[in-house]
């Protein structure tokens, strides 16, 4: 079935493994050690000071850190903490709004007013997720949202438009957003123009301008994400699925006279 000769693999299985071959066996059982020991916070550099360390006292020659950072990824391990954050050039946003919602954090009726914004998830070994919400001040509901593995334009898109094809002919929301760059893009504009639908900016600096998207998130983090440890998107998913089907139905809240979100919204309708 692999077209492998019967001399060629009596060869193969009698053969002497090369010294290389042999020492690299002998550093993936160091590093296999050492990583559970220090509980994965060394990345490669400090797993290859501490062999090194340990193979000087025994008058052996020092490997290379790339050597180790190969070994490292094929047996798929790497630093648990964080990483050093990307310097990205700042870009000129194509357009800026106003802060026309000014923190009138209320709405007469549904569709009224929204606010939108995105936050990051944390899960496995140092993985990153990204939530998209839209959140409705009239009942702080969760209109739309999208759980992705990339903070881009792309995200956004997909939670606004969604929630866009859900209005009634007669209904055209403000929407309140932070300065960040999806939302100043001429894509975005472009969808919010052909919606008719006036944006409003925070202003920067000040995240109490999107106050309830920033309620919401942190209301998320408390009563679901910090309560678990999630080690695949899978399970983050899944996670938050559940907690936004919950928060819209069945989480009661005082402010909506002892009704969740959507009972709430059903009740002006």
């Known amino acids: 079935m692999a077209k492998v000769s ?42 290859t000071m501490t062999i090194n360390r340990k193979r000087e006292t025994k008058g052996l020659k020092k490997v290379n850190k790339k050597r180790i950072y190969r070994l490292m990824q094929i047996c798929g391990l790497e630093a648990v903490i964080r990483r050093r954050r990307k310097k990205y050039p700042k870009v000129k946003p194509d357009y800026v709004a106003e802060n026309v919602l000014a923190r009138e954090f209320t709405a007469e009726k549904p569709n009224q007013k ?42 956004v898109f997909k939670t606004v438009r969604p929630a866009i094809r859900t209005l009634n002919e007669n209904e055209f929301p403000l929407l309140h957003s932070d300065r960040g760059y999806q939302y100043t893009s001429k894509e975005f504009k472009q969808i919010m123009d052909k919606a008719e639908m006036i944006h409003s900016m925070s202003r920067v600096g000040r995240c109490i301008d999107n106050g309830p998207i920033e309620a919401f998130w942190g209301t998320l983090k408390v009563e679901k994400y910090y309560l678990y440890k999630f080690e695949s998107f899978e399970a983050l998913k899944h996670a938050i699925d559940t907690y936004i089907k919950f928060y819209n139905n069945e989480r009661y809240q005082e402010k909506l006279n002892g009704l969740s979100p959507l009972e709430y919204r059903v009740q002006a309708a």
């Open 114 to 155: 929204w606010c939108t914004d995105v936050t990051e998830f944390k899960y496995g070994k140092g993985k990153k997720a990204y939530l998209s919400a839209i959140i409705d001040l009239y009942d702080k509901s969760i209109v739309s949202y999208v759980l992705g593995h990339s903070n881009n334009n792309d995200l």
């Open 6 to 47: 019967r001399a060629a693999y009596y060869k193969w299985l009698n053969r002497k493994p090369a010294a290389q071959e042999l020492e690299n066996q002998q550093l993936v059982e160091s590093i296999q050690h050492l990583y559970p020991q220090v509980d994965g916070i060394y990345g490669y550099r400090r797993i």
